[in-house]
C-alpha cells in the first residue's frame, strides 16, 4: 500500500482552471503509473487520466481529451492533473491511485488517496 495524498481541489466557474497534485509522502511516485479517477454524486467511480511509471503512456478519458492534461514532476514527487476549460459536468471528488500497469480498470489500482472536492459552476 502507498499512502497518496491529493491536493488542489476547490470551486472553479465553468471555463476556467484547476491544478490537482497528487504525492506519495516516503514513497517514489516515479516508480508506478498513477491514475486520476473521479466519481459524481450517485454514479460510479470513472477513469479520468493515467501516466505509466516511464512516463512512456499517457493517455485519456474521452470526455476530457484536449482539456486536461496530466505529468509528472520528478522533482517534487508528484502526478498533476491540470484542469482546464472546465464544464459543470466535471464536478467530482477526483481521487489519485497507483499500480503497475497504465490501465483504465481501476481494479488495477492497489492505493488510492482520500479524494478531492472539485466544483465548476455554471
Known amino acids: 500500500q502507498v499512502h497518496l495524498v491529493e491536493s488542489g481541489g476547490g470551486l472553479a466557474q465553468a471555463g476556467g482552471s484547476l491544478r490537482l497534485s497528487c504525492a506519495a509522502p516516503?514513497?517514489?511516485?516515479?516508480?508506478?503509473?498513477t491514475a486520476w479517477f473521479r466519481q459524481a454524486p450517485g454514479k460510479e467511480r470513472e477513469f479520468v487520466a493515467v501516466?505509466?511509471?516511464?512516463?512512456?503512456?499517457?493517455y485519456y478519458a474521452d470526455s476530457v481529451k484536449g482539456r486536461f492534461t496530466i505529468s509528472r514532476d520528478n522533482a517534487k514527487n508528484t502526478v498533476d492533473l491540470q484542469m482546464n476549460s472546465l464544464k459543470p459536468e466535471d464536478t467530482a471528488v477526483y481521487y489519485c491511485?497507483?499500480?503497475?500497469?497504465?490501465?483504465?480498470?481501476?481494479?488495477?489500482?492497489?492505493?488510492w488517496g482520500q479524494g478531492t472536492q472539485v466544483t465548476v459552476s455554471s
Open positions: 491511485a497507483v499500480g503497475f500497469e497504465a490501465v483504465s480498470d481501476l481494479y488495477s489500482y492497489h492505493s
Open positions: 501516466i505509466s511509471w516511464s512516463d512512456s503512456t499517457i
Open positions: 516516503g514513497r517514489d511516485l516515479s516508480t508506478y503509473a
